[in-house]
């Protein structure tokens, strides 16, 4: 017996994190706050804004990618996250007015090398949208060094169109052309809202040029539910998982998690936030 458990625990070494990796590790997320809706009535941002702090404070989330903030509320959560800095552009002018997918990072813990936002049409460079997109739509960028071991580590974060299929599709082609071209062959991490399920075919391209999704790359197996919108929906299971964390071969993913936390039978935003730990390798 004893000699059965100790071959099943030498096998299992090299999928293990070492010391080192543990020193290395840091905590991504990507988190669709709700832009601030005057008929949320109940779950208007100024009563959940502190639920959402709360959360990324005690997850001491490092790099945190947010999708529908408002200026307002990208400035609240600024001033939330004492040690973090953010980049990133309101989707409508590409300065303050609209949605930004924003990037907060740990400025502890990483220093910002370089940083960009594009839209996800056929002119990227401006404030556009194509295709059968309703809105415009953004991905904001940051090459990132970390500050304990010099590593460096491109991420983009994102939010696909909710209506639009064919600009969906093509958005996810998109993004993978500006990662060939700005990040070349270095560490990648794409986080974003989707607005797409596994089974979609968009999710298999998103998953080409070796970009796999991280829960299924977890060392330590996925904890807590699956699906990421709830709607503010606190009676009924949600069902659908439409926000992603993705990484290149470089990445290895320790843990990954969806955490549905609420307070008075309310969620802070009608997504959960997606949290994994990664390591550069």
């Keep these: 017996m004893f000699h059965n458990l100790l071959i099943l625990f030498i096998a299992m070494l090299p999928v293990l994190a070492t010391a080192q990796e543990h020193v290395d590790a840091f905590q991504v997320a990507t988190y669709n706050i709700r832009y601030d809706a005057k008929e949320d009535t109940a779950n208007r941002w100024d009563t959940r804004k502190h639920e959402i702090q709360k959360l990324l404070l005690y997850h001491q989330v490092d790099i945190v990618g947010i999708q529908e903030g408002l200026h307002h509320q990208v400035e609240d959560l600024d001033n939330f996250l004492p040690h973090h800095?953010?980049?990133?552009?309101?989707?409508?002018?590409?300065?303050?007015?609209?949605?930004?997918?924003?990037?907060?990072?740990?400025?502890?813990?990483?220093?910002?090398?370089?940083?960009?936002?594009?839209?996800?049409?056929?002119?990227?460079?401006?404030?556009?949208?194509?295709?059968?997109?309703?809105?415009?739509?953004?991905?904001?960028?940051?090459?990132?060094?970390?500050?304990?071991?010099?590593?460096?580590?491109?991420?983009?974060?994102?939010?696909?169109?909710?209506?639009?299929?064919?600009?969906?599709?093509?958005?996810?082609?998109?993004?993978?052309?500006?990662?060939?071209?700005?990040?070349?062959?270095?560490?990648?991490?794409?986080?974003?809202?989707?607005?797409?399920?596994?089974?979609?075919?968009?999710?298999?391209?998103?998953?080409?040029?070796?970009?796999?999704?991280?829960?299924?790359?977890?060392?330590?197996?996925?904890?807590?539910?699956?699906?990421?919108?709830?709607?503010?929906?606190?009676?009924?299971?949600?069902?659908?998982?439409i926000d992603f964390i993705f990484v290149s071969p470089s990445i290895r993913v320790l843990r990954h998690s969806i955490t549905n936390h609420h307070y008075n039978l309310k969620y802070p935003s009608d997504h959960f936030p997606v949290l994994s730990e990664v390591v550069i390798q």
């Design 85 to 241: 800095s953010f980049v990133g552009a309101g989707r409508d002018d590409g300065a303050k007015k609209g949605e930004y997918s924003a990037l907060y990072f740990d400025n502890r813990r990483f220093a910002l090398q370089k940083s960009g936002t594009f839209w996800l049409s056929k002119t990227p460079d401006k404030p556009s949208k194509d295709w059968d997109a309703a809105l415009p739509r953004v991905c904001t960028w940051a090459l990132l060094k970390d500050k304990q071991n010099g590593k460096m580590v491109y991420v983009f974060n994102t939010h696909f169109d909710h209506i639009g299929k064919i600009a969906r599709v093509n958005s996810a082609r998109l993004i993978h052309e500006k990662i060939s071209t700005i990040a070349n062959n270095a560490p990648v991490i794409l986080m974003g809202d989707f607005n797409v399920e596994p089974a979609s075919d968009v999710y298999g391209v998103l998953q080409t040029n070796n970009m796999k999704d991280a829960m299924h790359l977890s060392v330590i197996p996925h904890f807590g539910p699956e699906a990421t919108f709830n709607g503010f929906n606190f009676i009924e299971v949600p069902q659908r998982r």
